[in-house]
């Protein structure tokens, strides 16, 4: 497996790499104290060292990538009332998380979780097709072994279908994989041995990463488990244990598709107007579990304002976007990757605190 996590009676062991041992289980470990981190990057040099270039470049390698694919890079705001995933606020969605409420003078608003939305609103341009930015998101959520509070997203948004999208995503990914070991080699031997560098550079090869629709992944999670919790497909039920079991069942990396309009985001695209489910997907990188978020938009204003209603968004706040449809409006689709995530995944680190000098964690705000 490429990632740094497997399956073990029912716990998520750590499998360790050239920095840290294994453990037994992860996901029941906090933050320690991070008060001395600005020491430790000129005491432990070597690996602080290896983790400031490796940031570097991604984020070189991220803009190159993005040039080369016609790409432009777009500024934006991190305060705002229109919020990607209210659904925390209105009760409607158990599996979002509350955002930061913040007084900007005398106004309350919120810092962002994801910049989507307003990256979709320059693709409303006729002059501009693809764009992507690379800046701050926050959730209001416990720090634990692959959760940040604050994390580094980049994004991407363009006039183009959800099937195309997969296929830039995938073409992302193995972009920065192959960049790192051309370009890093010896930072990426700082953590990790030859064998993992060579799983790497097999993954930059694949042609296409398999696909399974949201519900078929619940199958083959009952067949290998015989857990009856599994026989009905809900996100209540797919956290980072099943992500990492469903890579292993499959021996790879894979996107989870088709998943339940109810339980995600209202500006997801339904696949039909029947259908409960719709044009989405998570990418699960191998022996890690989600590293990329991407769908399909909802595209017409009625849809739109009908969602908006279903989910008891606050019509004011949220009225720009719904106004962005007015039109005819392109089939438009895009995706998300916390860069954190990304370093985790790739070096085998056993907390997302470790891939940052400076990470900022529900519990402390020091240095």
């Known amino acids: ?54 940031w570097n470049e ?30 925390a606020l209105t009760g409607t969605i158990s599996s979002d998380v509350d955002p930061f409420k913040i007084k900007f003078f005398d106004k309350t608003t919120f810092l962002t979780q994801s910049s989507q939305l307003y990256l979709e609103f320059a693709i409303t341009n006729p002059r501009i097709d693809r764009v992507f930015c690379w800046e701050k998101s926050f959730r209001r959520e416990r720090a634990d072994f692959r959760h940040l509070p604050e994390f580094t997203h980049i994004e ?39 064998k993992d560098l060579k799983l790497l550079e097999s993954f930059s090869r694949i042609k296409k990463i398999e696909e399974i629709k949201f519900v078929d992944a619940f199958k083959l999670l009952y067949e290998k488990t015989g857990n009856l919790k599994y026989k009905i497909p809900t996100l209540r039920h797919f956290g980072a244990y ?18 339940i309009e109810e339980e995600i985001a209202f500006y997801h695209a339904k ?31 009625q849809e739109t304002e009908k969602k908006a209603k279903h989910f008891r968004l606050n019509i004011k706040d949220y009225q720009p976007y719904i106004d962005s449809r007015t039109g005819k ?39």
Not at 61 to 85: G, Q, V, Y
């Open 1 to 54: 497996m490429l990632g740094p996590y497997y399956t073990k009676n029912n716990k998520l062991a750590y499998i360790g790499n050239r920095q840290f041992k294994s453990l037994v289980e992860v996901r029941t470990i906090r933050p320690p104290d991070l008060s001395k981190r600005h020491l430790g990057i000129r005491k432990d040099s070597r690996k602080w060292g290896a983790i400031v270039k490796i």
């Open 58 to 87: 991604i984020f070189r390698a991220s803009a190159e990538f993005m040039k080369k694919n016609n790409a432009l890079f777009f500024d934006l705001p991190i305060t705002t009332r229109m919020i990607s995933s209210p659904g």
């Open 156 to 194: 991407f948004e363009a006039n183009t279908p959800f099937e195309e999208n997969l296929k830039f995503q995938q073409r992302y990914v193995q972009f920065l994989v192959i960049s790192l070991i051309k370009n890093v080699p010896e930072d990426l031997r700082v953590f990790l041995e030859e």
């Open 242 to 259: 099943e992500e990492i079991l469903l890579t292993e069942i499959i021996g790879k990396s894979v996107f989870v598709t088709e998943y």
């Open 271 to 301: 696949i039909s107007k029947k259908s409960k489910f719709v044009k989405n997907a998570d990418f699960l990188f191998s022996g890690y579990g989600e590293l990329i978020g991407s769908g399909e938009r909802v595209h017409t204003k």
């Open 329 to 367: 409006i392109k089939i438009h689709s895009g995706w998300g990757m916390g860069i954190e995530r990304f370093i985790q995944a790739i070096l085998k680190l056993p907390f997302i605190w470790e891939t940052k000098p400076f990470p900022r964690v529900d519990s402390q705000s020091h240095p």
